[in-house]
């Protein structure tokens, strides 16, 4: 009889983890296009500088045991031709009696085109924990062991990889998630991690010298699941504020805001009110991101250099007019 129940009881969780392969084994992150490096790893690397980033997720508030996801990531550029950067992401996905950790290290590098145009490639490798709170399950046979004061736990190794085209104005990238599909093997059941696959497009529009539009989409594949896109719209103003909107097809409309501050700190926010049939349940979704650039400040030039900086710019720039009007 235990034996039938502890067999029932993991195959119950290996059918919890399959659902979750199928509809959401990763975590949803509504402004994506403010940490791309969450879907993609050769993000890391595309600014020159340091970027550090903090996410929390409430999902389907008044929905009993919700995902709820925390998420933190780091990645900059090494050494003077910032060819080369390293990055690192913390994530944990809290729903029910599972939660899943995971933790993964990064290396990118990246490729000038031409004066426009730079590509990224990037690979991450880290581990994945499932953990099943035994204590919280309500069964009927209170004196079984395994299903009384215990945590279930499994780790398996992971790796993800990319490409991710960008200049100043478009990104572009392509990615690959649990591409190994390794296998998590509890004790009377088998399951394992799906591949999921992402592409990312956006364009910033320069509407006047201080308004600019930023169309984006996102586009999730995990197979036996349908694709399923994603598109946002922000209105950006000097760089500072924005306001948005976001529609991902079958699931969500969603609402965006956000501002930076002296160019480094940035926070977002996000509230995705629910379409699908589990509308009736919740209040809808709520996301604040947290992210810093570890901007260097520019060296201040004294007047002397100052003053020989603006002679040789006004001798370029005259020049430079020159040869295009050519010989008179």
Known sequence: MKKNIRISILLLFSMLINKINIA????????YVLNNYAYNPAVAGSKPHAVASVNYRNQWVGFQDAPKTYMVSLYSTVGK?????VGALVSSDNAGLLSRTTGYLTFGYH?????TYKLGLGVSAGMVQYRIKLYDAKVADTGDDLLTGNILSNNVFDSNGGLYLYSDKLFF????????GNKITWKDSQSNLSQHMYATLGYTFKLSKKV???PTALVKFNKPAPIQPEFSMRMIYKNIFWIGGSYRTNESASALFGVTIKEKLTISYSYDMVLAKIRTYTSGSHEIMLSYQFIKPKKKLDADEQELNDIDNSIKSKLKKQNEEGPK
């Open 24 to 31: 959401q084994q990763l975590p949803i992150n509504t402004n």
């Open 81 to 85: 031709q910032k060819k080369v950067a």
């Open 111 to 115: 490729i000038k085109l031409n004066k």
């Open 173 to 180: 990238g392509l990615s690959t998630y649990q591409y190994i």
């Open 212 to 214: 600019s539009l930023q």
